[in-house]
């Protein structure tokens, strides 16, 4: 068995790099890492699984607190999951799926280079590009790197199962995160080849194979996706290719582990930029003249390598242990001179424990703790107009976080308590190897302990109330330290981590038709990290702590089954967001709402079987004016956007699912992205117009009698 785990491990290892053009000496660097696994392995691999229950799987220290997936309700957290439909992954980006989810608003859905952008309850919607203030993870792996930031990029939709959303505050279980989690899930293991295409009528299309065998106790899933995107924007392209493999190994009744290669590689990812209000209305589609100029855009690359285990020696004991480790190659070209060229090397480690007693009294004690630390080298270069000029700066950063996490649940009749506490330690610092302005090195040191109280309360069958209050933390990224706005190098000593508390309390009612889902919540921030850009550098965005901040919200779902194949589902978000004090540096006044959220949000989906030949959904989402500056001086329309798919069904081809979707369907949705105090007031990214998709699936059965 050992055998086949290393040959297992170091063929996968060899293919990706190989696959994505690394080279011998990165594949050595590799078999290293590799070595450094094994022993770690060695070390903390003895590991559990119950076969019957497949849940587990996805199971890791950063899940604990909702791991018992058949009482999902019994929970004081706000938590919510969803598999997905071909009108979610027959996409060219992310935005449909995370749209559908309560509490969550994404953006950017069509720029390769600057990646999605995901805020929830406020959180997050700071970033310029990417995730921050998130915590994300992919199959229990957690895609969000020790100083808060996520990029999505390395993900393909094909290999998207399903969702869990928890928008409650926990940064008392899962650390630097204000805004909650997002877990995401492949594909399940399946003997089974499957082909999967999509093109669109704007000329995007995707590649997929995918492939799973069990020989005995050993199950291997395997999936390869190229994504070629194009809209309609000028100077807007890019590529992106995946590779996604999982191994798990069941040895006897009470070992489990589970192995993942993961890589890719993007080559290209243009940047249109954005346009002032006059310009987009005179040409929505046009690049803006900077981009062009300097030729924005980035390149990335990278390999993620984890190993999961899980042992119980009895019904009582649990040990999880995560470890993983990442390699991330990024270049990036900015619309300015000065520092426009960003070369960036990152390195990722990490490890989680984490041990479960449950009593016989009903009580359960999770003790744990969580250890990474990323290193990122980063280069800066004159850009002379697409071409990387001289170095301007060159710098080592560190970020190490250390922690102990610890829960514990009871449950007394209908009721159910939990407690959490986690106390954090951060450090980061700054190593300087650029000498021709002088050596500017840093250390900053962080500690944090967060707590939460929470209470479920069984009032009839599949009707519970919760409430829970908690602490929020979320310290400064990497990238928002070193963008100086005074353009020196080194950390920016002004920047400190935004701290909340938060309140909140729900309902959920699960029937076999029909559930509801509703949360109240009230928090308070300090210390607000807010965004901003500068004249002569449009395209880099500066942070400072704003004023306090005060948000209250409501989300709620219902969804109604009228068929085993035909649902109805209805969301709803509402955000107060609101400055709670004057700040005279951006001209906040006390009573200005926060950026780029909308006060309403609506999201309607219908999935309507015809005849059982087809399946006919339609996804419309509504939302109201937005600011778009702290000063509320500026705002965006209220936008409405509709999508269709049609799905074949199994009574018409049981190895094939066909159909096409319908996007931007009546083009009422002008906008993809909103960028807050922009420079220049260029606060406007279009979508593209009325276009149509077309996809296919078919699989090749490799089992006639699957487990």
Known sequence: MLLLFNKNILLSIILTRIYFGYGLPAIIEEMRTFFLFFTLFIIFGPVLFCQKQDTLLYITGDEIIFKDYKNPDEKPWNVNRDTTKP????????????????????????????????????FGSRSSFGIRGIKMYFDGIPMTSPDGTTQTDELSLFNISAVTILSSALSSHLGNSGGGTLSLFSQSYEKKISLLSRINTLGAYDLALQSGFSIKKVKNQLSLNHHHFKSKRDHSFGLNSVLYNKTSFFIGKKLYSEVIIHGYYSPVGKDPGALNRQDFENSPYQANPRNLQYTAGEKVNGVNLSVKTHLSPNEKINFYTTIYHKIRVFEGFLPFRSGGVSDLKRNVSGIINLFDYKTNKNITLSLGQNFEIQNDHRKRFTNNEGLKGALDLHQTENVLNFSFFQKLKSSFGKWGFYKLLRQDFYRYHLSDSFTGDGIQEGKIWFGKLNGSIGSQYKLINDWHLFTNLGTGFEVPTLNEFTNNPGQNPGFNPNLKPEKSIQFEVGSTINKTNYSFSSSLYLMFINDLISGYELEETPGRTYYKNAAEMKRSGMELKAEYHYSSSSSLALLYDYSNFVFSDNFSQNMVIKGNSQPLIPKHKVVFISNTSIKSFFTLSAQLVFQNPVPLNDENTEFSPSLWNINLSLVSENRICSKAVFGFTANNLFNTNPYSNFRSNAAADRYFEAASPQHFSFFIRYHFSLDKNPD
Request: hydrophobic share 40%.
């Open 87 to 122: 009108i979610d992954i027959f996409q060219s980006n992310f935005d449909k799926l995370f749209n559908r989810l309560p509490g969550v608003l994404a953006l950017n859905g069509e720029n390769t280079a600057q990646d999605i952008r995901i805020s929830m309850r406020g």
